[in-house]
């Protein structure tokens, strides 16, 4: 298995988030049934959660993307930047999919600027949450994978300076 010299120990194994991530996409097949729902990637962390994650829903889906960033190297800048076109998602039920909720100053800004736009619906799926770096007061993901403590992780789309993204598990970095 490739596990680079930064890399501490693995948190969450490629078999325990294939598992994780087929109860997630469950409970949104449970969800949507009988709906036209547009699950809507953040990129680039969410990519390869959000490419496992539509393949578990059993409803009629579309997808698109949003690009949005706040992270310098292991520190959230807290100045979130988001590229791009917004998305048409005017009467549409969505389903933002995220990485992970750390300070929450990402996902709280991107659903404002997506509530603008009048979708029929909105609803969060993370797949990992930091509830104790929280800057956003009461944010709070609708699905998540796991709640974990204040540690910085790679892999699994999640980076640390563009690298990492690529390793099949959820590890922590070497602080
Ligand atoms: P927030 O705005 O502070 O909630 O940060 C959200 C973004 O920061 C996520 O989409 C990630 O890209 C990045 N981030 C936060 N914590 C981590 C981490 O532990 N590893 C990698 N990226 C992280």
Known sequence: MYFPNEVEKV????????ARVKELG????????????????????????????IRNVE????????KASSYVGTNSSGDVTVGGEMPD????????????VDTA???????????????????????????????VEGFKA????YEIDDLFVVGYGLDCDAKFRNLPYIGVLKS
Request: net charge neutral.
């Open 11 to 18: 948190l969450f194994t490629e078999e325990q988030i294939t």
């Open 26 to 53: 469950a409970e949104l097949t449970k969800e949507y049934s009988g709906k036209n729902p547009l699950f809507l990637c953040v990129l680039r962390g969410a990519s390869v959660f959000f490419a496992d994650l």
């Open 59 to 66: 409803c009629p889906l579309e997808i698109d993307f949003i």
């Open 89 to 100: 998602i005017s009467g549409r039920d969505v389903v933002l999919v995220e990485d992970i």
């Open 105 to 135: 100053r990402t996902l709280s800004k991107l659903k404002t600027l997506l509530l603008d736009i009048k979708p029929r619906s909105l609803r969060v799926a993370a797949l990992l949450d930091k509830p104790s770096r929280r800057a």
């Open 142 to 145: 609708d699905y998540t994978g």
